[in-house]
């Protein structure tokens, strides 16, 4: 099947007779390359490994930086300062020009709980919408949806607030997205089962007072509304292919920013 048109081609054409695109390798070869690092990492969860990793890395900083300040149980739960001086998200110090807050604050966590939960759900969850939307749209979707997320936080809770869960919304909004777009049987199924995961989600932070469900609602309507705009890759390169591949690198460039200015935040304040 011509992925442009849709139309039935024999596999030894390398145009479509159709439509006239001319056709690259076979969607099963470009959608499952050989795993990276001798098999450490799949490349299915390429991605997804790599915010792991970053989320990791920041909390065992924070945890080193928090246990000679003074703080016994560092590595299982992180004091409020701690978390300020690394880029959590905090009304007052966004509103005085620390605007690099709304995206630090979602690659840091309170607790070694709260790490592991976030962690469990993007580790499957950051693959699928990478399996649907690509790795592009992916990345730009997290990036929205921790801002969104965390503008709406600063709007409604003007304390200290962190975790990767404003973007793990912003993924469940894109997959309720996918399901809205794709009028298929597939599409009401992926549609009800992650509206059922965006209510538990919201039920349970309404359970427990400290979770910022400000922050998931932000996520969660940023990642929709892109997911309704982005729709799904096509495996021809076009001019809209490339667009989301730029606005990936526009925002990963921003998110390296962000804690650039944090870094030098901080270090003007140690000095």
Same mark, same amino acid.
């Given at each position: 099947?011509?992925?442009?048109?849709?139309?039935?081609?024999?596999?030894?054409?390398?145009?479509?007779?159709?439509?006239?695109?001319?056709?690259?390798? *076979?969607?099963?070869?470009?959608?499952?390359?050989?795993?990276?690092?001798?098999?450490? $990492?799949?490349?299915?969860?390429?991605?997804?490994?790599?915010?792991?990793?970053?989320?990791?890395?920041?909390?065992?900083? &924070?945890?080193?930086?928090?246990?000679?300040?003074?703080?016994?149980?560092?590595?299982?739960?992180?004091?409020?300062?701690?978390?300020?001086?690394?880029?959590?998200?905090? *009304?007052?110090? $966004?509103?005085?020009?620390?605007?690099?807050?709304?995206?630090?604050?979602?690659?840091?966590?309170?607790?070694?709980?709260?790490?592991? &939960?976030?962690?469990?759900?993007?580790?499957?969850?950051?693959?699928?919408?990478?399996?649907?939307?690509?790795?592009?749209? &992916?990345?730009?979707?997290?990036?929205?949806? %921790?801002?969104?997320?965390?503008?709406?936080?600063?709007?409604?809770?003007?304390?200290?607030?962190?975790?990767?869960?404003?973007?793990?919304?912003?993924? $469940?909004?894109?997959?309720?997205?996918?399901?809205? %777009?794709?009028?298929?049987?597939?599409?009401?199924?992926?549609?009800?089962?992650?509206?059922?995961?965006?209510?538990?989600?919201?039920?349970?932070?309404?359970?427990?007072?400290?979770?910022?469900?400000?922050?998931?609602?932000?996520?969660?309507?940023?990642?929709?509304?892109?997911?309704?705009?982005?729709?799904?890759?096509?495996?021809?390169?076009?001019?809209?292919?490339?667009?989301?591949?730029?606005?990936?690198?526009?925002?990963?460039?921003?998110?390296?920013?962000?804690?650039? *200015?944090?870094?030098?935040?901080?270090?003007?304040?140690?000095?």
């Amino acid at each position: 099947m011509c992925p442009n048109c849709r139309a039935f081609i024999t596999i030894r054409d390398k145009v479509c007779p159709y439509c006239g695109v001319k056709l690259g390798p *076979r969607a099963i070869d470009r959608r499952s390359p050989r795993d990276l690092l001798g098999g450490l $990492i799949p490349h299915a969860r390429f991605t997804t490994t790599i915010i792991l990793m970053i989320n990791f890395g920041l909390y065992l900083a &924070m945890a080193v930086y928090s246990l000679r300040a003074g703080n016994e149980s560092a590595f299982f739960s992180l004091d409020g300062r701690t978390l300020f001086d690394f880029g959590a998200k905090f *009304r007052e110090a $966004i509103l005085l020009g620390q605007w690099w807050r709304l995206i630090t604050a979602g690659f840091l966590h309170g607790g070694l709980f709260h790490i592991l &939960m976030n962690s469990w759900v993007l580790f499957d969850l950051g693959t699928t919408v990478e399996h649907f939307y690509g790795t592009s749209r &992916m990345l730009v979707i997290y990036f929205v949806s %921790t801002v969104t997320g965390f503008t709406a936080s600063m709007y409604f809770n003007p304390g200290i607030s962190v975790g990767a869960s404003a973007a793990l919304f912003g993924l $469940i909004g894109a997959m309720i997205a996918l399901g809205v %777009t794709e009028r298929t049987a597939l599409g009401a199924a992926i549609k009800a089962m992650y509206v059922r995961w965006a209510i538990y989600g919201l039920i349970f932070g309404l359970l427990l007072p400290m979770i910022d469900n400000a922050a998931h609602l932000g996520g969660l309507a940023g990642g929709f509304a892109l997911g309704y705009l982005a729709g799904t890759p096509r495996l021809v390169e076009d001019w809209r292919e490339r667009l989301w591949r730029y606005a990936s690198y526009v925002a990963i460039a921003v998110t390296a920013y962000a804690f650039l *200015r944090m870094v030098l935040w901080f270090t003007s304040r140690a000095s």
